[in-house]
Nanobody, 120 residues
Framework: QVQLVESGGGLVQPGGSLRLSCEASGFPFEYYAMSWVRQPPGKGLERVSFISRGGATRTSAESVKGRFLITRDNSKNTLYLQMNRLKPEDTAVYYC?????????????RGQGTQVTVSS
């Protein structure tokens, strides 16, 4: 079955950086687009970043453009999210999600999530 395991979250000060990883198994990783989504405290899920199967197409939410970078290594079945210049409003549980070619939808399988807290 589809397994997605996120890691790399934690507590960081505003302006700091974190790199999230997501190890995928149970499906042919290189044949699927992938996304990062997040759920801030008390709010619903929101799209963060998307990457196509081969990595040629990447999109990000306006709120993270220029600060977050999504990448993937198909040889390692791993998805990454490099997060720089973090802000308190980036505090959320971050999930990686298998996606369709047109983007993420709430019904797509996702992992258990990793907590990111940005606070001084």
């Amino acid at each position: 079955q589809v397994q997605l395991v996120e890691s790399g979250g934690g507590l960081v000060q505003p302006g700091g950086s974190l790199r999230l990883s997501c190890e995928a198994s149970g499906f042919p990783f290189e044949y699927y687009a992938m996304s990062w989504v997040r759920q801030p405290p008390g709010k619903g899920l929101e799209r963060v970043s998307f990457i196509s199967r081969g990595g040629a197409t990447r999109t990000s939410a306006e709120s993270v453009k220029g600060r977050f970078l999504i990448t993937r290594d198909n040889s390692k079945n791993t998805l990454y999210l490099q997060m720089n210049r973090l802000k308190p409003e980036d505090t959320a549980v971050y999930y990686c999600a298998r996606s369709g070619d047109l983007g993420w939808s709430p019904a797509d399988p996702r992992g258990q999530g990793t907590q990111v807290t940005v606070s001084s």
